[in-house]
Each structure stands twice: as structure tokens, then as C-alpha cells.
């Protein structure tokens, strides 16, 4: 039973009901509708996802592999690159060893030189002339002097060059290091998948430092140190073809220019030894005219002194005569006879004595050229002596110049010997 104090609740009428149930129902079929679309969707959005990502991770492979081919092909170049260089290194090196030893072997030569001017100045008299050896001797002083500072200036290029192909080369060595590097860590990203332990999220991935390069950078450093490379090979292949051929040229001058300067002291030498026996011989037959004008004095003195008994004879009968008397003092033909006797013995004795001066005149010239004669002599025989050690010291380049590597150390042996044997003729 109802009281008084219930408070009546709001009632709805049968049609708001049913249009209630409608308005449910429909909403619930929108929704599903809306759901089922949204299944669809989501599913075409999932097949179309799976499509891209097969379709990105297969282009990432392609584009990994492509990638890491490039790279092996480069670095294969590179490293065909550094061998020529390494090549081009060892035959540089070698030629400009060969340079330094032919400056070496300049130098030797140089310094023998030199010993042989000095040696030869202590030549006396009239040996001491500029002769053909001693011209000879100063092309061969020029040459060497010219040659030696052409082996400097192509000794510092090839210096520099060595350098400029080791920066090359450090450059070249240290890209090819990056490019195996890089070859390396594509290879890791090929091996990487999505069930990899080292697969994971990481910080920063996407953001571009400011120093790295665009591919065409890439390309075109590549390729410029590539050609940097090849340029640099070619130069010193140029520059070490010139070396040779100056090297060459050298040898040939200096072997020529040795001959010429070892003939003009053979024949130096020849004319000093047949000087010397012509004053030999000459120093002989002096001799002998010195011996026979002697002997014709001693005879000319003999002759004066017999000449003289017999004056003294003449003056003896003649004072004899005049202690004749009165008549029988007279000019008869005994006394005339004496008279004449006397007078030509006088001029006889006065002739002889004049000749004696005179022989002892040309005596005395022939001994004065005797003795020039025999300086003469010790100078040719000097000379001889000197030139002939000249030529025992240039025997010494002989090994030299059939083995330019041993003149290292031929350079000590010049100075004392000659030193010490030039002493001998001051």
C-alpha cells in the first residue's frame, strides 16, 4: 500500500522503449560495421607494410652488396695503386743510390786530380810548363766539378720526389685502410637480422654529422687521389728516366775524358823518357870530348914544355956562340940557324899557348853544359818520377770505375801517400 510520502517515478511509453531498442541496435551494427572496415583496413595496412619492409630490406641488401662490391673493386685499385708506387719507390731509391755513389766516385776523382796538380808543381826548370797532360787534367777537374754539382741538384729532386711519393703513398695506405674498414662493416650489416643479438634501438642514428660526405664527394676524392697517385708515378718514372740517361751520359763522359787524359800521360811520359835518354846520351859523348880535350891539353902542356928545352937549348948555343973572338964572332949560317930556331920555337910556344887557352876556354863551356846538362837530366828524371806516381795513382780509379759501390770508402788514401812521397822533392 502506498503512502503519501513516495514520490512518483518518471514512466516511458512502450513506443519510447521500442524506439529505444532500435536506436541500440543500429548504433551496435554501425559499430561493427565501423569495426569490421577498420579490421580491413588495419589488415591491408599490415600486407602493405609486410610488402614494403620485404621490399626496403631487400633493396638494403641489394644496396649493401652493390655497396661493398664498389668498395672492393676501389680498394682493389688502391692497392694496385700503392704497388706501382711501391715499385716506383724501390727504382727511385735505387737510381738515387746509384747517383749518390757516381758523386762519390766524382769526388775521388776530383780529389786525385787535384793531389796530381799538386804533385806536378814541384816539377823544376824548364819541366815546369803547361803541358797536354796537365790541360787534360783541368777538362777532367771541370768535369768533375760540373758533374758534381749536377749529381747534388738531381740528388735533392729525387729526395723530394721520394718524399712527395711517400705522402702519396701514406695517403693512399690510409684510404685503403678506411675502404677495408668500411668493406668490413658492410659486411656486419649484411650478416645483421632482426634476431641478431646485437640488433637493438640506438641513440642518434639518424642524425648527419656535419663532416660527412655526399656519394659524389666520396667519388670524386676517390677518383682525385686515385689520379693524384698515377700522377705521381708517372713524374717519377719521367724524372727516374732522366736520372738514368744523366747517369749514362755521365759514365760515358768521364770514361771518355779518362782516356783522353791517360793518353796525353802516356805520351807525356814517352817524350820524357826519350828526352831523357837523348840528354843521356848527349851527357856520354860530352864526356868523352871532356876526356879528349883534356888529354889534347895535357899533350898541348907536353908539347909547350918540350918546346921550351928546346928554346932553352937554342939560347944556350947562341950564349955559347958569343964567346967566340974577334972575326970568328960573326953571323955565320950555325948562328943564323939559332936565330931562326929560337924565334920560330918562341911563335911555336906563343901558338900553343894560345891554343892550351883555348882549349881550356871550350873546357870549361863544355863542363858549364855539362853540369846544365845533368840538371837537366835530374829534372827529366824528376819529372819522370812524379808522372810516373801520377799514373800508379790513377790506376787506383780502375776498380773504381769498374765498380762505382766502392768508392765509399776510397777516399782516405789519397791524402798521405802523396803527401808524404811529395815531401821528397821539396
Not at 652493390?66 to 719507390?89: A, K
Not at 882549349?359 to 837537366?376: A, F, G, I, T, Y
Not at 801520377?390 to 801517400?417: F, G, V, W
Request: a neutral charge; aromatic letters at 6%.
Amino acid at each position: 500500500m502506498a503512502t503519501g510520502f513516495e514520490k512518483p517515478s518518471p514512466r516511458y511509453t512502450h513506443s519510447d522503449w521500442t524506439a529505444s531498442s532500435r536506436v541500440l541496435i543500429k548504433h551496435s551494427e554501425q559499430l561493427r560495421d565501423t569495426a569490421n572496415k577498420i579490421i580491413q583496413d588495419v589488415k591491408c595496412t599490415m600486407e602493405e607494410a609486410t610488402i614494403q619492409n620485404n621490399w626496403v630490406q631487400r633493396n638494403t641488401q641489394r644496396n649493401l652488396c652493390s655497396r661493398m662490391e664498389e668498395l672492393t673493386q676501389w680498394n682493389e685499385q688502391i692497392g694496385n695503386c700503392i704497388d706501382r708506387l711501391d715499385r716506383e719507390l724501390g727504382c727511385l731509391e735505387k737510381v738515387k743510390i746509384a747517383a749518390e755513389e757516381c758523386l762519390q766516385e766524382r769526388l775521388v776523382y776530383l780529389n786525385i786530380v787535384l793531389e796530381c796538380f799538386t804533385l806536378r808543381d814541384v816539377r823544376q826548370g824548364g819541366d815546369l810548363i803547361h803541358d797536354p797532360f796537365e790541360a787534360q787534367l783541368k777538362k777532367e777537374k771541370e768535369l768533375c766539378e760540373s758533374m758534381k754539382d749536377l749529381f747534388q741538384k738531381k740528388i735533392f729532386a729525387s729526395l723530394n720526389q721520394l718524399r712527395s711519393l711517400s705522402e702519396i703513398r701514406k695517403k693512399l695506405a690510409a684510404d685503403y685502410q678506411d675502404t677495408a674498414k668500411a668493406v668490413k662493416l658492410n659486411g656486419q650489416c649484411l650478416s645483421f637480422d632482426p634476431k641478431s643479438p646485437a640488433v637493438g634501438y640506438k641513440c642518434h642514428t639518424m642524425l648527419m654529422t656535419k663532416d660527412i660526405l655526399s656519394y659524389e664527394e666520396w667519388a670524386a676524392h676517390c677518383d682525385n687521389l686515385k689520379k693524384t697517385g698515377e700522377k705521381e708515378v708517372a713524374q717519377s718514372a719521367l724524372f727516374r728516366g732522366d736520372l738514368e740517361v744523366a747517369l749514362s751520359k755521365a759514365a760515358n763522359m768521364a770514361e771518355a775524358q779518362h782516356s783522353a787524359t791517360e793518353f796525353a800521360l802516356r805520351k807525356r811520359l814517352h817524350e820524357l823518357n826519350q828526352a831523357k835518354d837523348n840528354l843521356e846520351w848527349e851527357k856520354q859523348h860530352i864526356n868523352d870530348t871532356i876526356s879528349e880535350l883534356v888529354k889534347e891539353i895535357q899533350n898541348l902542356d907536353l908539347q909547350i914544355q918540350n918546346t921550351a928545352n928546346q928554346i932553352k937549348l937554342s939560347h944556350t948555343r947562341l950564349e955559347t956562340l958569343s964567346h967566340r973572338s974577334n972575326a970568328e964572332l960573326c953571323k955565320d949560317q950555325p948562328h943564323i940557324g939559332l936565330l931562326h930556331e929560337t924565334e920560330q920555337l918562341e911563335r911555336n910556344v906563343f901558338s900553343l899557348k894560345k891554343k892550351i887557352v883555348l882549349s881550356q876556354n871550350v873546357l870549361k863551356e863544355m863542363l858549364r853544359h855539362l853540369s846544365h846538362v845533368e840538371d837537366e837530366l835530374c829534372h827529366k828524371t824528376r819529372s819522370i818520377e812524379i808522372d810516373t806516381k801520377c799514373q800508379e795513382i790513377r790506376r787506383n780509379l780502375l776498380p773504381l770505375r769498374r765498380n762505382p759501390a766502392a768508392s765509399i770508402n776510397r777516399t782516405e788514401y789519397q791524402l798521405s801517400p802523396l803527401n808524404s812521397w811529395q815531401k821528397e822533392y821539396q
